[in-house]
């Protein structure tokens, strides 16, 4: 089984940039392909961006294109969320998941199975 913490959130200003953490530990030690998701009360829980367990490939949503940046750091058990130039929508809790079943990365809430309790980001303008 997977934990996940997230932190980095925070109140930030249009135009802002923040980056967000999320800490992972398993009893294998082992990485796991993870993504970013966020979801604003009332709405369904919106894919951001995800990383391979080796980083070598991602995935972003169209509006994360360009703006938002996710890494890894296997060694830390650690991967980041940068976000650039923040706009007033991107207001929303920040959640981090993992996948640890076999299969590819994916884009849907159903491409992994464990998650983080979230981190509060509100974008003011």
């Known amino acids: 089984q997977v934990q996940l913490v997230e932190s980095g959130g925070g109140l930030v200003h249009v135009g802002d940039s923040l980056t967000l953490s999320c800490t992972f530990s398993t009893r294998t030690s082992k990485p796991y392909p993870m993504g970013w998701f966020r979801q604003i009360p009332g709405k369904e829980r919106e894919f951001v961006a995800a990383i391979t367990l080796g980083g070598g490939s991602l995935l972003y949503a169209d509006f994360a294109q360009g703006r938002f940046t996710i890494s890894r750091v296997n060694g830390e058990n650690t991967v980041y969320l940068q976000m650039d130039n923040l706009r007033s929508e991107d207001t929303a809790v920040y959640l981090c998941?993992?996948?640890?079943?076999?299969?590819?990365?994916?884009?849907?809430?159903?491409?992994?199975?464990?998650w983080g309790q979230g981190t509060q980001v509100t974008v003011s303008s």
């Open positions: 998941a993992a996948r640890t079943l076999i299969g590819g990365l994916g884009r849907t809430i159903y491409d992994f199975d464990s």
